[in-house]
């Protein structure tokens, strides 16, 4: 199936009711697994890349990193039989932002959330008109979410207002929106039992008629910390969001929930587990297998939690 904009994944998402796994990738590995993953699910996958990840990708040149993924991805997609996207996740330069369009990313994110509204909005609505131009779509971002996450930095969460979002969407014509609703970035998320405003994500879909985003959506799955801490990692008090959640999240009417904690706590464990096991062993061919194994199994298994395993059929 050919690479498609992410607004075709998303609008088909949002009038069936599901939501599909935005999956970060710094690497062909990555890239590997998570094709691999919706071939077997029949999933469609949004394929995210950060602007570190571009950087590191061109070994420094972020410009060259964002062509890279973008040749990888469409060589994969163009023999998958799955709508393949690709974005840019968290995007606060103008000059990542642009190259990446020009690149040929399926969308692009303006993240000027940490702005005051209208400065904010000023922002997202000189991106969209670019991209747009480009035929390239736009996610945007409303309130913060705390945490850390490769360069999304915020102290606390400051929780979307649903009139301002049905503004700021009417203003800047922006394709998805982000809303913060009580997430956190990184595996850290919570002090005390996970926590997300279903009734604020409810209002928010009810006034922007929009697909909506959940950032800070890794459910740092407790099986592969444990495997990952045996085997020497520390993760001591990170937590998540549970499926559960997750899945009253998109029955209030989110549509594209990232996910890149898990999937780097899964490869982490894989990888501990085997070198562990076989020290002698150092061709990453074999010292992957494992790594490959547990990563791929939690993106399958978040496609079933989203609801977006079989939904390939819908394009």
Known sequence: MPYVDTKVILENADKHGYGVPALNINNLEFLHYIIEAGIKMNSPVIIETSQGA????????????????????RT????????????LD????FEYIVAAIKAGYSSVMIDASEHPFEENMKITKEIVKIAHAAGVSVEAELGQ?????????????????PEEAKIFVEET?????????????????FKGAAKIDYD??????????????????????PEFVEIAEKHGADFGGAKGVPAEILKEAVKCGINKVNTDTDLRIAFVA??????????????????????????????????????????ADLF
């Open 200 to 221: 604020r994500i409810k209002k928010v879909k009810e006034y922007v008629k929009r697909p909506l985003v959940l950032h800070g959506a890794s459910s740092v799955v």
């Open 270 to 311: 894989g990888l501990r587990e085997f070198l562990n096991g076989n020290p002698k062993e150092f061709d990453p061919r074999k010292y992957f297998k494992l790594a490959r194994e547990y990563t791929i199994k939690v993106i399958t298994d978040r496609m079933e939690v989203l609801g977006s395993a079989g939904k």
């Open 54 to 73: 571009m950087k590191y990708a061109g070994n420094g040149d972020f410009r060259k990193g964002a062509e890279i993924f973008v040749k990888m991805v």
């Open 90 to 93: 968290h995007g606060k330069s």
């Open 173 to 189: 014509d922006v394709d998805f929106l982000a809303p913060a609703v009580g997430t956190s970035h990184g595996a850290f998320k």
């Open 145 to 161: 979410l705390a945490g850390i996450e490769d360069e999304a930095v915020a102290a606390e969460n400051v929780l979307v207002d």
């Open 76 to 87: 994969f997609a163009d023999e998958a039989n799955i709508p393949v996207a690709l974005h």
